[in-house]
């Protein structure tokens, strides 16, 4: 495979996605070579994704990071998305020592209580399952779309991630959520059924909220913090998730 690495070779990639549609976006990222593997959490948007990769039998890992406090939806979805496409999703989950180390610090749900400690039990449950997840990857493909929120509306089809050396890609990032429903309709694509309870985006349990009329789809995302381009950490380009004491080796 010629190296695919730096934001000249992502730039080249990105203008080709453009042209593509989403099965010849993913198909042509799968035959690239290399190790592609996307992260889903789920939603309606990976769920479409997952949908495409699964019929069009693309060599494309599928991955999810059970954190150990996602919803009961959430969880049972895994299950019946992988027995209608037939695939496996990879479950990567936080390290209990971790767990424990951040419970000692911040107290289980010591979250609501700052922005770092929010922060930490996001690198312990989602970056450093991540990390795992990612290990020998080339591109990493999510289900980030510009109409997701205000911090996402410049998502291109692909950029380099510096941070993890390798090749995002942002199949759907053109896609608009009238555009997804529609795809799920008729594809009878199976979504969370918390979508229909006012839960555009959900994450774990603790930290995710129905959203209000006229709120953007991803307010009901730690809800309680102020910032509007709150994230996990899982697509912002800095050490998002806090130190915490004597991490375990996984």
Not at 124 to 134: F, G, H, I
Not at 177 to 204: E, F, T
Not at 223 to 232: G, S
Request: proline share 5%; charged share 25%; with cysteine.
């Amino acid at each position: 495979m010629t190296a695919l690495t730096g934001n000249g070779t992502a730039q080249a990639l990105n203008d080709k996605l453009a042209g593509l549609d989403l099965a010849g976006r993913l198909a042509f990222v799968a035959e690239l070579g290399g190790r592609a593997v996307f992260t889903t959490s789920l939603g309606i948007e990976d769920q479409v994704i997952t949908a495409a990769i699964g019929t069009e039998r693309l060599d494309i890992d599928v991955v999810t990071l059970e954190t150990g406090r996602l919803f009961k939806e959430t969880v049972d979805l895994i299950d019946e998305t992988e027995a209608q496409y037939g695939i496996t999703i990879a479950r990567y989950v936080p390290a209990q020592d971790d767990i424990d180390a951040y419970a000692a610090k911040y107290g289980l749900n010591g979250f609501y209580e700052s922005v770092e400690a929010r922060h930490a039990c996001c690198g312990v449950r989602k970056l450093k399952p991540l990390a795992r997840a990612l290990e020998g990857a080339s591109f990493w493909i999510t289900g980030l779309r510009r109409g997701q929120s205000g911090n996402r509306a410049d998502t291109p089809f692909a950029e380099f991630d510096a941070d993890r050396n390798l090749i995002k890609i942002n199949p759907l990032a053109d896609w608009d959520i009238d555009r997804i429903k529609a795809y799920v309709a008729d594809n009878a694509v199976p979504v969370n059924p918390m979508h229909n309870r006012g839960y555009p985006s959900i994450g774990c349990e603790p930290c995710t909220r129905a959203i209000k009329p006229g709120e953007p789809e991803r307010a009901g995302r730690w809800w309680w913090e102020n910032d509007e381009k709150r994230e996990c950490g899982l697509h912002v380009h800095e050490a998002a998730a806090s130190t915490i004491p004597a991490p375990s080796a996984v």
